[in-house]
């Protein structure tokens, strides 16, 4: 009885109870006037004829373009209804209007990109293409003289956030898609209270759908009210609109200009083991110091500005040539955010483009594995070229549907080459990549349809820097904890199983 007050309470049971009021009137009144008037029936059909042809023109990967024409032809009378109200992309004006004057705001950094290409003078065409992509798909900059610190769990790199929060002088930019009340967030928050009082500049955004189950409804005031300034990113209303799908997916902290970190890691207690969800929860993330971070900077007063409905400065958070003086680092790094406000993917792209560019190895950690044909047969191409690709996925899953999708996808890869890894102890959320031993990205893109089209993303691509070989020993240290899955092994499971994954699989690009 006490769970079902709970639940009563929770703001997700009124959405999701308003959601399927909304579907089912809307489903009564298309059947009544679709069964008692030729005309509406009719236009309810050419509608959905129109948004199959809209489907099939639109610039979007094969698989879901497939799988929405067939959903609107199968039931004609709604699915063009259907597509309007969750499948068709539509993004606040607002928000494709920050993201073109962060896109103009990039070009500034033109004269770097040539630079460092006129250096190489095209002997280093991995460098060479990165650089081309970042910059074609979103202006990002490459950087040169930037420290990099990876971290191969959520509690040391939680050690390390605590002790530059501390040092912060004059600014805390904070973003994050999961918080919850435990023991990270009661220690970072202390923290950035005590920095309040310093009359420290802080910020927070943390999406509304990562929280909906874990924070009060006002929680955004309680913390506006005490000096941290808070913005909840896309409110979760009761209302049927496509882009309450859009979620802030991305991880930030960006301290004075100077250091940022990004990586899987939420603000939650699992994310540092102090409570256990799934067995032992593996993370990764990294720290940068240098003038790369102010990518991290922009894009994150990009989100601020739409959110805050006001016109805050990049210039005004950006430091000085000279302030970076002093900080040396190996090889190059390009800080890149992703957004469905464009056609760009560059979340997807940059994977596919080190996928591409492999000549020994590939591998890639990922919490969800839900792939469009054109990963697939990057991959297959990879392996065929003689690349070691390997994928690591959890060995105990957090969504079990999700699981079943990513289930479904070993035997197809692994017949291609592609070795599939289960991390024994538990679940891993880390999404790191690393390509020939000496370029890797860490971020918070996943190997699924969420990440590459649907949510707000950001990572650090980087090439000889001086943490890639504690990534490589991280990756190598996780294959050993993890377990091989065979072909056998796929083969082997019950036809029932193996049937209802595949009917799954039609489906993920829902997902």
């Known amino acids: 009885m006490r769970r079902i007050f709970k639940l009563l309470k929770q703001k997700a049971f009124y959405i999701v109870a308003s959601l399927l009021i909304q579907v089912i009137c809307l489903g009564v009144i298309v059947t009544y006037f679709s069964t008692r008037f030729t005309f509406f029936y009719v236009i309810m059909v050419i509608l959905s004829i129109i948004m199959a042809i809209h489907v099939i023109n639109r610039d979007s990967d094969s698989s879901s373009k497939l799988l929405w024409v067939a959903l609107i032809l199968a039931v004609p009378i709604f699915g063009g209804l259907i597509y309007l109200l969750f499948g068709n992309r539509k993004i606040p004006k607002a928000l494709m209007a920050q993201d073109r004057q962060a896109y103009s705001d990039y070009k500034k950094y033109a004269m770097q990109n040539i630079q460092t290409l006129e250096q190489t003078n095209g002997e280093d065409h991995i460098l060479d293409r990165m650089i081309s992509l970042a910059w074609s798909n979103g202006y990002f900059p490459v950087y040169e003289n930037c420290k990099t610190k990876y971290f191969d769990t959520g509690e040391i790199m939680f050690e390390s956030i605590k002790k530059d929060l501390k040092e912060a002088k004059n600014y805390i930019f904070f973003e994050t898609f999961i918080l919850d009340q435990g023991h990270m967030w009661d220690t970072i928050l202390n923290i950035l209270l ?104 922009i894009a994150f007063l990009q989100i601020w500005n739409y959110q805050s409905n006001e016109n805050t400065q990049y210039d005004s958070f950006l430091l000085p040539e000279k302030d970076y003086e002093k900080i040396k680092g190996q090889g190059y790094i390009i800080p890149f955010s992703d957004s469905p406000t464009d056609d760009n993917n560059t979340g997807k792209n940059m994977h596919l483009n080190m996928l591409n560019m492999a000549n020994d190895l590939f591998w890639i950690t990922t919490p969800y594995l839900i792939l469009d044909t054109e990963m697939v047969n990057a991959l297959t191409l990879a392996v065929n070229n003689g690349v070691d690709v390997r994928i690591v996925v959890p060995g105990i899953p957090d969504k079990k549907l999700v699981y079943e999708v990513t289930k479904s996808n070993y035997e197809l890869l692994i017949k291609k080459g592609v070795k599939i890894y289960e991390y024994t102890p538990g679940f891993i959320h880390g999404k790191v990549c690393l390509s020939d031993q000496e370029s890797a990205l860490v971020g918070t893109v996943n190997m699924d349809f969420r990440s590459y089209y649907i949510n707000y993303e950001c990572g650090i691509w980087l090439y000889k820097t001086s943490c890639i070989p504690n990534i490589k020993h991280d990756l190598e240290q996780i294959f050993e904890q993890s377990h091989l899955v065979t072909l056998k092994e796929c083969q082997e499971t019950n036809p029932i199983v193996r049937n209802f994954r595949n009917i799954l699989r039609i489906f993920s690009p829902l997902m």
């Open 194 to 297: 005590q920095k309040v009082e310093e009359g420290v500049d802080v910020r927070l955004i943390y999406d509304d759908f990562g929280t909906i189950t874990h924070l009060e409804k006002d929680y955004e005031k309680y913390l506006n009210e005490r000096g941290i300034k808070t913005y909840t990113f896309n409110k979760i209303r009761p209302q049927l609109a496509v882009q309450m799908n859009n979620r802030d997916h991305r991880k930030m902290i960006i301290i004075d200009g100077l250091k940022a970190y990004t990586g899987g890691i939420n603000i939650a207690d699992e994310y540092i083991n102090t409570k256990e969800r799934f067995g032992y929860w593996k993370d990764m993330g990294i720290r940068i110091e240098g003038k790369g971070v102010e990518m991290f900077t």
